[in-house]
């Protein structure tokens, strides 16, 4: 899990409220983290691996994405593995090595490789899963702009320096400040603590708040472009924008599920932390109620990785095409196809790969009276049924075109335009 405490947990002299949670069952914790993050991981790749079925149905070869919308998805699943390889490290070497944490102790000055790992192994986990929530809040970004203003793929390059920056910067400084002077001697007292936590939840609270801004507000600039192009709204558009809602939906349901028991955890612990003894009878509830949430967080946070993938893909099955010498030869015929053929023939493929290529330039830089732009604008939002964020606009495209491929001239004629 990545929760802030398990990095406080690395200070020999922790706070009484940690120490609580932390050293309750872990075992069991470490067992239920563990098996939480590795079933996450092994669906979330699943999901991510190539599929026999996936774009062929678009036409017999894969065809480029026009936004950076496709790109974020796959950058935020990335993270979340990553950090879920953490965790599975993490909790395997605990379960392994159990005496592993009781060396952690202002007693034992001298083996600094248990103080080493447990800040190594945090800092990993913390870096990943906020990289995850800075991408998920560019998503938002991303999908609003490309709505309003059709920013395309260039923005990928300032999306890159803002997640890893703001990640990078937030996690050094916070797990500095709550090391100093010295991983072996901590300062003590809350208010040093804060800033370490300030730095591991803004994120998270940002994507809680401004998501669902951006969401609502890209669903508006959606409806308005849906009846503003023909000047009608019909249940086609109807669907697509219900389709764009679900989607939204279920984005910030999954963010929501995996880290508001983090919050909540927090808060009872700090609550417990800023009394004077916490083995009171009267806190016994609150106790009880920071143990719930603190295994709840131990098998929810690591779900984000697959759950995630299930809200921006769908489930997309087993059936995985791992040969991947075939894959290089429809690659390869791919591209010999691709050529002019002799005589003055046509080539339906190249025909449907070229109108696919120039028709997302020509979104971008001429926009045409009859609406088409926007149309690409809010294709790339909707959800297809299998991997794609673009397919419910490609499909029906390329469906037209080999339609017209029947007449050799009209195809010329669109390569032409």
Not at 48 to 69: D, E, N, V
Not at 120 to 131: C, D, P
Not at 144 to 160: D, E, M, P, R, W
């Amino acid at each position: 899990m990545a929760s802030p405490r398990l990095e406080t947990f690395c200070c020999p002299n922790r706070d009484a409220a940690t120490e609580f949670v932390v050293t309750f069952q872990p075992v069991l914790f470490g067992a239920l983290s563990l098996g939480s993050a590795a079933l996450s991981l092994l669906f979330a790749v699943l999901q991510l691996l190539p599929k026999r079925k996936g774009y062929r149905r678009l036409g017999q070869y894969p065809l480029p994405r026009p936004a950076s919308s496709s790109r974020i998805q796959f950058i935020i699943s990335v993270c979340d593995i990553l950090g879920c390889a953490g965790i599975i490290v993490r909790s395997s070497v605990w379960l392994g090595l159990p005496n592993i944490t009781e060396q952690i102790s202002v007693a034992n000055s001298t083996d600094v490789w248990p103080e080493v790992f447990c800040v190594g192994s945090a800092m990993w986990i913390q870096l990943f899963f906020s990289a995850s929530f800075w991408w998920t809040f560019c998503y938002a970004v991303d999908v609003f702009l490309v709505v309003k203003t059709s920013a395309g793929i260039s923005t990928i390059i300032l999306y890159h320096m803002i997640t890893w920056g703001l990640a990078v910067l937030l996690c050094v400084e916070g797990v500095a400040m709550l090391y100093y002077p010295s991983i072996s001697d901590c300062e003590q007292g809350l208010q040093h603590a804060i800033p370490h936590y300030v730095t591991t939840y803004a994120p998270m609270l940002l994507v809680l708040v401004a998501n669902p801004v951006f969401f609502n507000r890209t669903v508006s600039a959606v409806t308005s472009l849906l009846k503003g192009r023909q000047g009608i709204y019909t249940e086609n558009e109807r669907r697509l924008g219900n389709e764009i809602k679900i989607r939204f939906f279920k984005i910030m349901l999954v963010f929501f599920i995996c880290w508001a028991p983090n919050i909540i955890n927090e808060s009872l612990l700090f609550y417990l932390e800023m009394q004077t003894d916490i083995n009171d009878g009267g806190f016994r509830n609150i106790k009880n109620a920071a143990l719930i949430t603190w295994f709840i967080m131990g098998i929810l946070n690591p779900m984000q990785a697959l759950l995630n993938t299930l809200a921006f893909h769908g489930w997309t099955g087993f059936n995985v095409d791992l040969r991947l010498r075939r894959r290089r030869e429809l690659a390869w015929d791919s591209a010999s196809t691709s050529a002019p053929t002799v005589g003055g023939g046509h080539n339906p493929i190249m025909g449907t790969t070229l109108l696919y290529q120039s028709h997302i330039q020509e979104a971008k830089k001429n926009m045409m009276g009859n609406g088409q732009r926007q149309s690409d604008d809010i294709s790339i939002l909707s959800e297809g049924s299998e991997s794609s964020t673009v397919e419910i606009h490609i499909s029906s495209e390329l469906q037209d075109y080999e339609d017209v491929d029947a007449d050799g001239e009209s195809t010329e004629n669109s390569v032409r335009q």
